[in-house]
């Protein structure tokens, strides 16, 4: 399926959360839902055997491999510029100079978008640059850069939900955090096509400050790099993952990624049973027709290997597995409280019985 936005440039899913719940081995066969592509890098990392990745939207695939093949051919310095971590004035000139080491096909769609090699690839994605409207625009017309560095400042969470209830919490924070946050505009401008298709939570902003405040008492911002980007449009020390120094060296020489651009369902029928051993499922059951669900986890059993694990996320709509796969109901809780993102309403952590 071609289109020409990218929708995640980022994974809103926590990789430390991931890595847990896999715990990969040597001999894994890994599928991997695409998204940013830095869960999968992160996976890579690991003692993998193989690792497929798959997504609906082609281009989602064209921004992974931009940003491995920027991993491996860049110093470290440099890859942090090219993606965006850091700032940089000649990423067109960098991307030029990756030609040979790209697809064909991925370097025609970035040629075609260069707009978006420059803003760095970060940032690029429609969900992105939501936030980053949010971070540039609205914070700033919220509270003043005192009270926001201060905020980010905090040294303990005990502080920083002092903080929270005494100087940030104020009817403009919530007027505005509402209306970010509303089905309408959400919908319009940052989640995915279909992403709301079957939730029936009506107050969507209600349910996500509540998670947000949730994880404020219990994750100090400063390393926590998802509501650090959601209020700054940028990382601190704390990093993704795969950007960090000491991992993107773990994962630059591997070279078993195979890019699949196709709903997960439709390729999962062409793949022989007993293929995989590992799944990560981002939260794709949220869009996912009704019809399209018992089918979609009857390909997953087929296709999987014994015991194989599979995670998933959920955001606003809860999604069960089937009888034939077993939820770790506490371990899913425990990698719950410990996920960083704070949009979520679970993490599931499953083993496919046959
Ligand atoms: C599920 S979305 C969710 C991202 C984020 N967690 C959120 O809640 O907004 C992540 C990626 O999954 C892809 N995706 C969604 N449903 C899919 C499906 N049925 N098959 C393959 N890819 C899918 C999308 O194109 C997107 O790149």
Not at 55 to 63: E, F, G, T
Not at 186 to 195: P, S, T, V, Y
Not at 330 to 354: D, N, P, T, W
Request: charged letters at 25%; a positive charge; aromatic letters at 14%.
């Amino acid at each position: 399926m071609k289109q020409q936005c990218i929708n995640y440039s980022q994974c809103w899913e926590d990789s430390d959360v991931l890595l847990k719940a896999l715990s990969l081995k040597s001999g894994d066969t890994v599928l991997s839902i695409t998204s940013g592509g830095d869960n999968s890098l992160a996976i890579l990392s690991g003692p993998i055997k193989k690792l497929t990745v798959v997504d609906m939207h082609s281009c989602q695939n064209y921004l992974m491999e931009l940003k491995l093949i920027a991993a491996r051919k860049l110093s470290y310095e440099e890859f942090l510029a090219f993606v965006g971590v850091t700032p940089a004035s000649n990423r067109i000139y960098i991307f030029r100079r990756l030609r040979k080491s790209i697809s064909s096909e991925a370097f025609d769609w970035w040629s075609n978008n260069e707009h978006l090699i420059e803003m760095g690839i970060i940032h690029c994605g429609r969900f992105e640059k939501y936030l980053t409207l949010f971070s540039k625009y609205i914070l700033p017309f919220i509270h003043s850069k005192k009270v926001i560095v201060n905020f980010l400042a905090a040294k303990s969470v005990n502080e920083q939900y002092r903080f929270y209830l005494k100087s940030w919490n104020s009817f403009r924070w919530k007027t505005y955090f509402r209306i970010a946050s509303s089905k309408f505009l959400l919908r319009k401008f940052a989640r995915q096509d279909g992403m709301f298709g079957s939730i029936k939570v009506e107050n969507i902003a209600k349910v996500y400050l509540l998670r947000l405040e949730k994880k404020l008492k219990t994750k100090l911002i400063s390393s926590n790099y998802f509501i650090y980007y959601c209020l700054t449009g940028g990382f601190g020390t704390d990093l993704p993952f795969y950007l960090r120094e000491q991992n993107v060296a773990k994962y630059i020489r591997k070279r078993k990624v195979v890019y699949i651009s196709s709903t997960l369902l439709q390729y999962l029928q062409k793949v022989p049973s007993n293929t995989f051993s590992k799944y990560n499922l981002s939260d794709i059951f949220e869009a996912l027709p009704e019809d399209k669900v018992a089918p979609t986890w009857r390909e997953i059993v087929r296709t999987a290997k014994k015991n194989a694990t599979v995670v998933y996320w959920d955001n606003l709509r809860k999604s069960e597995p089937p009888a034939d796969v077993q939820d770790y109901k506490s371990f899913s809780k425990e990698l719950y409280i410990m996920e960083r993102a704070f949009f979520y309403g679970g993490v599931h952590v499953c083993e496919i019985l046959k």
